[in-house]
């Protein structure tokens, strides 16, 4: 069974820092991942995905990923964050039609 | 931590018949849980929140009569989907708010033949 697990569950961060959000999946084969992030009381958004091609993959609101297949990595960074970046941010794999996601890291920005 | 358990977790079912997907949250009470499909290749797409207690939102373009989601109590929320047909073959998946964060259940697999 594939499983994702996010190496942080809570950040903090100061605005203008860089961040750098860790996820690593376990299945070896064909693997689709995603960013997610979910602002509080609101539901999930899509930040970016990596299905093949450039394994740096650019999302919106400033933050990429870089999919490493020898580390089963697929870190999340942004360089500056800003204080409407907290939020909880989820990693997940698709394979065979099935999606699994990490636990979730919760970033909070001091102004 | 909190856990959803999220079943079935894989079911194929005639076309015109209704499925039911369960989710309870084991440890914690779920005030709000999120239902989410995924077609391939695609991410997930709300379909609707469902707080206990009380009427579930749906998203522009969900059938609520075809998607039947009930939160009749703290700690569990159901999908029916109700004369399934071949196109409504998708992975469904739930999440619940817990006192951290929010949670997912392992998704249901859904194929309609």
């Known amino acids: 069974a594939q499983s994702v697990s996010q190496h942080n569950h809570h950040v903090i961060l100061s605005e203008a820092a860089s961040l750098e959000l860790g996820c690593n999946y376990s299945y070896g084969g064909t693997v689709n991942l995603f960013w997610y992030v979910q602002y509080p009381g609101q539901h999930l958004q899509l930040l970016l995905k990596?299905?093949?091609?450039?394994?740096l993959v650019k999302g919106i609101k400033g933050f990429e990923a870089e999919f490493i297949k020898s580390k089963f990595s697929f870190n999340l960074r942004k360089p500056s964050v800003q204080w409407s970046d907290t939020a909880e941010y989820f990693c997940?794999?698709?394979?065979?039609?099935?999606?699994?996601f990490g636990d979730g890291t919760t970033l909070t920005v001091k102004p | 931590g909190a856990v959803v358990s999220q079943h079935p977790s894989w079911v194929i079912c005639k076309s015109g018949t209704s499925v039911k997907i369960e989710c309870r949250s084991l440890d914690f009470q779920a005030t709000t849980m999120f239902w989410y499909r995924q077609f391939p290749k695609q991410s997930l797409m709300l379909m609707a929140t469902s707080n206990e207690g009380s009427k579930a939102t749906y998203e522009q373009g969900v059938e609520k009569d075809k998607f039947l989601i009930n939160h009749a109590s703290l700690t569990l929320s159901t999908l029916t989907v109700t004369s399934a047909h071949p196109e409504d073959s998708s992975f469904y998946i739930c999440?619940?708010?817990?006192?951290?964060?929010?949670?997912f259940g392992s998704g249901t697999r859904l194929t309609v033949v």
């Open positions: 990596y299905f093949s091609g450039d394994p």
């Open positions: 999440s619940a708010k817990t006192g951290l964060g929010y949670t």
């Open positions: 997940a794999s698709t394979n065979a039609g099935k999606s699994t």
